[in-house]
């Protein structure tokens, strides 16, 4: 958001910003709110689109951004980001290394995002015959809580578990936390792993292994778009939809 506000600024345009949590009746009603005032384009990130939402945004017809959400045939620019190839991947080095028996821990399931990447890690288990059955999700936010509590509650279930990605950062710390509790070395013990990591994984003890997507560049990218297409309309040229993509970057640490 903050990328993206600076690309605005610098362009005299404000940026009115509302949160929906990925919370579809939430959604509808900060999009209600921030159409009253008659906003020159909007940006969706994350967006469920339930049907109030979709008819909202037809009957603007205003250009819309839509940031790794839900499909909307009306938008103008499209970014989608690799959540799905990114848990994948993970899951495919953690199996190239050795370990059998991982798990997944995430929040925010009911969230289309979030549950590409628990589809990531399910598919790359299967294509290695693996029990694909040891995951703990919450439709609710990310937290150390959950972390620790999903991990005791997998390790209950299957004893055996030698690793674990997480969906988000916060998830992750509360697994090493009670890792550390338990007296459970990392990686030896167990190897743990999230997928929406920061600079903060290198502060970790042992440092954390993760998967980042830069959305601080998506942020501006979507700005620069934005900019250029309201740029267009003023001078009469017609909006032509486009779209792009944003990769993950992997960075393997001392817990795998």
């Known amino acids: 958001m903050q990328a993206l506000q600076q690309i605005l600024n610098k362009n005299e345009f404000q ?33 469920q689109l339930a049907d109030k939402t979709y008819q909202l945004l037809e009957r603007a017809n205003i250009p819309t951004v839509n940031v790794v959400g839900s499909y909307f045939k009306g938008a103008k620019i499209t970014l989608e980001a690799a959540f799905f190839e990114s848990a994948y991947e993970l899951s495919r080095h953690l199996l190239a290394r050795g370990y059998h028996n991982i798990g997944f821990i995430g929040a925010h399931m009911d969230n289309r995002l979030q549950r590409q990447q628990l589809n990531g890690w399910h598919r790359a288990m299967l294509e290695h015959y693996k029990n694909a059955d040891q995951s703990v999700t ?11 509590y999903a991990l005791t509650e997998i390790l209950q ?8 990605i997480c969906s988000h950062e916060d998830i992750a710390l509360g697994v090493l936390f009670e890792c550390q509790r338990r007296l459970l070395k990392i990686p030896s013990g167990i190897a743990v792993a999230c997928l929406d990591g920061s600079d903060s994984c290198d502060q970790t003890h042992p440092t954390l292994t993760s998967m980042r997507i830069d959305y601080k560049k998506m942020g501006k990218e979507a700005g620069k778009m934005l900019i250029n297409m309201l740029d267009d309309n003023e001078e009469g040229k017609p909006e032509e939809p486009v779209s792009q993509s944003f990769s993950y970057k992997f960075e393997p640490r001392q817990s795998t």
């Open 15 to 47: 940026l009115l910003l509302g949160c929906h949590e990925y919370n579809q009746r939430k959604e509808a009603e900060i999009l209600m709110t921030l159409l009253q005032s008659n906003p020159a384009a909007v940006v969706i990130f994350g967006s």
């Open 157 to 164: 279930r299957q004893p055996e578990l030698d690793a674990v």
């Open 138 to 148: 919450t439709p609710e936010t990310a937290s150390l809580q959950f972390g620790r």
